[in-house]
Every structure is written in C-alpha cells, then in structure tokens.
C-alpha cells in the first residue's frame, strides 16, 4: 500500500495528541513527584556525599575530597601515614559476595524441586500451595529473621532437644556464625527463588516430556534436556531476585551474625552510626548500587537472550 | 489422563526435596508461634499454656505506640501510595503508547531494584537536612519514605487490571455521551476497583513490614513494631517479642488470605 | 452536550459526507496509509454499507466518524458541519463495536440506559426507552442480566438496543455479525433491515462478506486498500463493476482479453477469443487492449462450432446442487466458467475432453477499468 513520504498531522490529529500525551504525563506527575522526594532524588544526594570530606563529629564538611572512596579499599596509619589496603573491608566484600552466591546457591537447590512440585501438582491444589509459599514470602522478614533465631539459639529448641537426649553436653554455638548467616538468608530468601521458577514452569507444556519419553530420553535426559532449558527464564529471574538483596541484606546479617559477621549493608550502617564517617558510607552505598546494577543489566541481557518471544 | 504405571510428571526427588522446603519453611514459624503461648519465660521448654505474654506485650505501653504507629504509618503510607499508583497506572495504560512511557516504567518500580539499605541511607542524609531546615521532626518522614516504596507495589496490581480491561469499553461509554470523567467515574473505576483493593493490600502489608527504610528515618521516639521489635532483640529476649510477632503474622495472614479469596472470586 | 434529535425530515444535506479524508498512522518508515483521500455522501436514512477484505480500512473509517480518530488530511461533515474538533461524546453518533464492549458491570437494562443518563435525561423516559427498546430486541426477559452471563446472540442485540436508544443520526455497525453462527446470522441481517426500516436512522455497516452486503444494503462502497473504488446500488455493483478488483471481489468472474474492431459512440465492436462480440465502452474505458468481465451464469452452453459463441474444449464439471460449473479451456488458452441450473429432467450432454461452445448473453460484457 501507498507509503506516505512526507507525513505532517492534521491540526486535529496533533491537538488529539498532545492531549493524549499530556494527560499521561499529568496523572503519572504525582507518584513521579513523591518518588523523586522520597526514593530516587535522595540517591544523588548520596553521590554528591561520595565526593565530600567527613565532618569531625557526624555529617560532612562541604569540600571536594576523595577521601570516602579512598577509604573504601585503603586506609592511612595514623601514625606513620603509610597506606595500606582495608583488611576490614575487604573481608566484608569478600563475605558479603560469597555469602549471596551461596544463598543463591542454596535456595536454587531447595527452590527448583519445590516450583517443579508446585507446578505438577494438579490444577486445583496448585492455588494453595502457592499460597503456602507467598504466606511466608509476605511474612515481616524480621519475624522469619527471629524465627530462626529461637530456634538455633544456645538455649534454643535444637539445643535444648539435643542436650536433654544426651547427645552433646553442652549447647553447640550456632548463633553468629557465618553458618547462622547463611542459613537465615537462605530462609528469609527462598520464596523469592520458588514463585519466578514456578512462574515459568506453569506455563511448561508436559507434552514435551511425553514427547522426550518418545524419543527414548532417561529421566535425568529430560530434566537435563527439555526442563530447565525452557524454565531458564525463570531460574535466571528467581537467582537475581535471591542474589540483589542479599547483596544489600542488613537485618539477617545483623540480627543472626552478631558483630563478627558483619555484610555491607552493615558496614554502611556502621558509617552512619558510631563509625560517623559519611563520605564513606555515601562512597559504600553508591559502590553497592553500581554492583546490584550491573547485576540487573546482566539478567535483563539474559533475559532477552533466553526469551525468543522478545 | 494421566498413565498410571508411569506418570511422566514424576521426577524421583523432586516431591521429597519440596516437603522438606516446606517443613523448613514452616516449622521455624509454627515453633515461634507455639512458645508465644507458653506460660513459662523460655523458648525452648513448654511449661503449659498461657496468654500471659500477650498480656505483658499488651500492658507495655512502649509496645502500644509503636503498634498505634505502625497502623497509622501503614494506613496512611498506603493510602497515598494507592492514589498516586492508580492515577499513574489510568496515564500509563488507557492512553496508548507515547514517548517517556518506558521512563515512567523505570523511576515507578525504582523502589523495587534499588538495595533498601542505599535508599535508607539517602533518605536519612536527605531528611536530615530538611529535620535541620524546617525544625520538623513528626511522622511526616516516616510515611513519604513508606508511600514512596509502596507506590511500586500499589501499582502492579492496579496496572494488570487495567490492562486486561478492553479499551473499547471506554469507546464505548464515550460513543455513547460520557464526557472523560463520566467515563471514568461509571466505567473505569468500577472494572478496575479490585485492583486498586488488591494494590491497597499489598501496600498496607510491606509498609506494614519494613525495617531496614523505618530504622534509619525514624526521629527519636518513632518506632514501628518491627523497629521495636530490632531494638528488644539487642537485649535478653523474653517471649514477649514472640506474642508482638505473633500477633503481626496474624495480621497479614488474614490480609493475605482476603487477598486470595478476592483474586479468586475475580477468576 | 447536545442531544441528538429525531430525524423525522428529510433534508437534503448528507446524513455523512467524507471529504477527501486520509488516514495515516505512524510516522518515518512506520507510517502507514489506511485510507486515501476517500470521498463519500451518505444520504439520509440510507442503509450503506463499507465492503472490502479485510485490513482495507473500514474500521478505520467508521473511527474516523465517531470521533474515536483524528484525519491526518480532509474532513468528515454530519449534516453539513464540519464535526473533526468534536469529540465523540458530542457526536450524535453511536456504534455497535465489532466486540459489541457491552459493560460488564452493568445489566442489560443499564447497558441500554447509558448513553440516556449520560444525556441527563429525566428518569421517566430513560425508563420508558429502554423498556421500548428490550421489546425492539426480545431481549424484555433477560433486563437484569449481568451482560457477561448472556450467548453472543443476546448481546449482539443488547449492543444494537444500547446505539440506538439515544437515537443517534447515524449508526455505524462494524460487522456486528461477524461472530454469529449462521443461522443467527441470516435471522439477525433481516432484524437489521427490520430496525432501520423501523428507526428510520441511517446505517453505515461495515462487513466483509459480498452476500451479506448485497442482500441488505441500499447502496454499497467496495473499499480496497484504503480507496473507494466503486460507490452504488448492489445491481449497479453486480451487474457493471467497475474494475477488475470489485468484479472479482463480488461474486465469480471470468476475465476474457478482447481487441477493439471498432467504436460508435458509446459502444464498440470486440474481438474476443476469435469472436466479434459488440458490448458498451463506460467512460474512461479504452482500446485497443482490454479486459472483459463476464458472471459465470451469463453463459449458455451449446454445441461446438456455432456462430458467435466462444469456443473451447470442456475440461470438467463440477456438481453444486442447484447448479453444474462447467470449466472450459478456449481455444487461445483462456480459462472460463459457466454455471448452468440444473434442471429435473434434462441431463446435459457435454463430455469432458470434447469442444464445447458458450455463448454470452448480450450485453453480458463487462469493460473494466483497469
Ligand atoms: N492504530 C493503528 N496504528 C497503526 N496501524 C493501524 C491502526 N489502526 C489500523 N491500522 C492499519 O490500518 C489498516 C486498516 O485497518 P482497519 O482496521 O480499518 O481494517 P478493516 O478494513 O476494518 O479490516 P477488518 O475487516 O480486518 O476489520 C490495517 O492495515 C491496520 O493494520
Ligand atoms: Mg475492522
């Protein structure tokens, strides 16, 4: 059909839309308002923050400084002014990353069974098992936190059962440790790994397995071959959302870690709190933000890799 | 349907793995709730049942404002956060396509990619300076920062409704003599009221829940419940906190479940 | 807002005049011309029907009229005035959408109340119209119905009952029976003509199917690709198409090549497959190389070799019940059908492989415009 060259609208056809446009503009302008005041605009703050000089007592002092990013990886002897890499520090990057990695790790484990549970179960139970999921996903993840809490405590239930059969003598310390960490997040984090892969599995067609049965597949050919390579997506989507927060995960860490292991959302605490040094921690935060960004880049490369529908 | 000698849904594994998630998953909480009945001060041995640690977190009063608190914040953060998402989902749904729309998209859901810690900490550097400027130090903060991170969650729900609703309804009530606001008023707003009660929900709920946000904005003398609840955990525990939690749970338990029902009605 | 008045005289304006109207949608490469320049008069109290394939821009046209889209050029007139800034809630003008977009909250009853409230009509006669209304569509059982929990049938006819409540000017239809069985389909096209004949509104129906415009419109447009290629009356469109593309569109046709021998005024002298057949010559239409329409069952089959009949050899038959199509090669390579009528008794005694002749009825040739 005629491909018009020149394509100028009708004054009609331009008052249509600029109204149509404005009002779309206009009715998204308050939520975008009290996002820019109370989420996204604070965030520069943060960056300009970065590149200022820490105030004696808590706050700043308005002039150019590197100083917060320096302190991020470096630190200076007081005495001798020698500089040095940040042991500290980098022992936090180091826990935080690994930690996430094996949450991550951990609640694919656990998290894939359970969606491919979910999703085979028949249509009718399939809501309540959900549910039974989202309950503990919509849960206060301090409550989860605490759950945890009591029931591995010294004087908790495990130790508690353990020592009444006799099978230590005193209460094993599983409480601040690396392991009560990782354990929390793996809890606290599970749903967020369970509902994308059920998300994807549910629309899986078990015709294809019949077809792969067919075709002389062994079981483990079929989970290998035809189950997780079109459930990807959702695999891929359930790892981001596990690993994003973990990264910044400052309640677990904090409430079942103690003060010997601590993460990065607690290191950023700590400048706010008694460290008093906010160039760093504006420095941490940022670092943090470029780190989840990239992550996020990194899945949604994925997911329009994986996904051919576009 | 389906073969009985061999189910071709069955990978060996698969079930057990899933019930051991679930008893995972559950038996942290089920202990938690159990011992907030228990009559004794410990969390481990069971010495009869008993209310009392209702009672003690009903009678500290600390435990009364900060729960007052957290209904006022969460009521009044969700309420915001619905308006304004259901007025962004009508400009970014029944108005066809146009540029900035993919931008609107982003900064809308920014709540839900940033790490909340970050975002903590610019709002406890930004309202600083406003607590320094204005002299105003009320629960003002407390629920911008809620209805900030809520609008998100308002918004998704509101925004699937709208945009498994056909536009020619809207056509058609304008064909037929409803000005804009008629229109919306007899028409949009009717189809798409489960979707904002759905969004108000989940709002109410996360506000409702969050620490990490609250901790740091809070002034002095501002706690929720969860803040509370952070704070007594520094201390030596008693199962007081298991009573305030479990009355939380109870909470959005029965939020959730209304939630359920709703979409189920819907389908 | 201005309430649609009855149309009780018959003026002599147009009820609809396009002018020059052009569609474009998108922009750059995208951009994308669903209508060109397409000029119509549609009369009061017409039953006319916009008639085309699929993505020719009939949807587009009757959008156009209702106000639901701005042209891009040219400009839409009711009754004379020029109604392009007017929104769609001031035109007095209804449509029965393709979906039919009946509210799904409302009832039956509410549904067909709508555009009556909205009018700000006392309640007595919303009340008295729709009752009017429910009895026009037998739908008076079903008023409290949910519109979600009625057959396709139903609400084809809550959505008929809904336009025409307000009384509108015009109407437009966008194949409103398009989603219909057949049965219901041939019961509602008789509905349809029953109700305009009743309202006395002007209709402007939207439909792809040839049969159902000719049998029920007063005048038809044949759209292709945005244009309007043939406006008239459906003998008119039948009987003289205008150019290749209705004459195919609209029934079966036989396109023959013919040479003009010679012309006299409006008509000429052809030679078509090595006979001289004399046939008219529309405006426009000229030699020396043309191409010819000719129906099927203008046809009469007789043996091989007569005078003034086309020859050709009979390559099959096909049997349809009421009629036989004969498939006859001619004798230049042209293929070409005839439909005979069966009758009871005579058995006809044309054998495939053997020569045939058919002889057109006269004036049966078509000139196309090419
Ligand atoms: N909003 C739009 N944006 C871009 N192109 C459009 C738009 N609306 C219609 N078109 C195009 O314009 C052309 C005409 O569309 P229209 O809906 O008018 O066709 P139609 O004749 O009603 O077809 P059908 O019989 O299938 O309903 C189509 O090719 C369509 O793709
Ligand atoms: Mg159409």
Known sequence: MARPSLRTRSPEEQAARSARIRASWLLSTPALILLTFAAFGPLLIVLAYSFVAPGEYSGVVWELSGQGWFEVLFTRDIFDDTVSLAQAHLSIFWRSASLSLLTTLITLIFGFPTAYFIATRPERQRPLWLFLITIPFWTNLLIRTFAIMEVIRNEGIVNTVLLNLGIIDQPLQMLYTYGSVLLGMAYVYLPLMVLPIYASMERFDFRLVEAGYDLYASRLDILRLIVLPIVKPGIVAGSILVFVPSLGAYVTPRVLGGGNNMMLGNLIELQFGQGRNWPLGAALSITLLIIVACALVFYVRAANREDPHG | MADRTFEVRRLPGMAAIAITCFVILYAPIVTLVVYSFNAGSSVALWEGLSLRWYAVAWDNVAVQEAAIRSLVVAASAAAIATVLATLAALGTTRTGPFPGRMTIYTLINQPLMVPEIVTAVALLIFFAMIKVATGYTGLAYLIAAHAAFCVPFAYLPIRARLEGMDLSLERAAADLYATPFATFRHITLPLMAPGIVAGAMLAFVISLDDVVITEFVKSAGQDTLPTYMLGQLRRAISPEVNAISTALLALTVLLLTAFFFLNRKRN | ?370
């Open chain 3, 1 to 370: 807002m201005q309430a649609p008045a009855p149309t009780d005289t018959t003026s002599p304006l147009p009820a609809i005049e396009a002018r020059r109207v052009t569609k474009i949608f998108g922009e750059g490469d995208d951009a994308f011309q669903a209508l060109d320049a397409v000029s119509l008069s549609i009369r009061e109290n017409e039953f006319f029907t916009l008639l085309g394939p699929s993505g020719c821009g009939k949807t587009t046209l009757l959008r156009l009229i209702a106000g639901f889209e701005q042209p891009s050029a040219g400009h839409i007139l009711l009754e004379g005035k020029n109604i392009s800034n007017l929104p769609p809630y001031k035109r007095p003008v209804n449509t029965v959408f393709q979906s039919y977009a009946l509210f799904p909250h409302l009832t039956v009853a509410q549904n067909i109340a709508f555009g009556l409230q909205r009018l700000g009509k006392p309640k007595a006669e919303v009340a008295d119209t729709v009752e009017r209304m429910l009895r026009l569509v037998k739908m008076e059982h079903l008023k409290d119905r949910r519109t979600s929990n009625i057959s396709g049938g139903q609400q084809q006819r809550v959505a008929l009952a809904r336009a025409l409540a307000p009384r509108p000017r015009v109407l437009l239809l966008d194949e409103p029976l398009s989603a219909l069985d057949l049965k219901l389909r041939k019961e509602m096209q008789i509905e349809l003509k029953r109700l305009q004949g009743e309202t006395g509104i002007t209709f402007i129906f939207v439909t792809h199917d040839q049969e159902e415009a000719l049998t029920m419109s007063d005048r038809i447009a044949v759209m292709s690709e945005g244009k309007v290629l043939q406006v008239g009356g459906p003998r008119e469109i039948y009987d003289r198409p205008a150019d290749r593309f209705v004459a195919s569109f609209i029934g079966d046709t036989n396109f023959l090549p013919a040479q003009v021998i010679s012309t006299a005024g409006p008509r000429a002298r052809l030679a078509v497959c090595g006979v001289e057949i004399s046939a008219a010559l529309p405006e426009g239409v000229e030699g020396p190389a043309l191409t010819m329409a000719l129906r099927p069952e203008q046809l009469r089959l007789e043996a091989a070799g007569a005078a003034g009949a086309l020859q050709g050899v009979l390559k099959d038959t096909v049997y349809f019940g009421t009629d036989t199509h004969f498939h006859i090669t001619l004798t230049d390579g042209t293929p070409l059908i005839a439909r005979v009528q069966n009758a009871r008794t005579a058995e006809h005694a044309f054998r495939v492989g053997e020569p045939i002749g058919a002889r057109p009825q006269a004036d049966a040739l078509q000139a196309l415009h090419d």
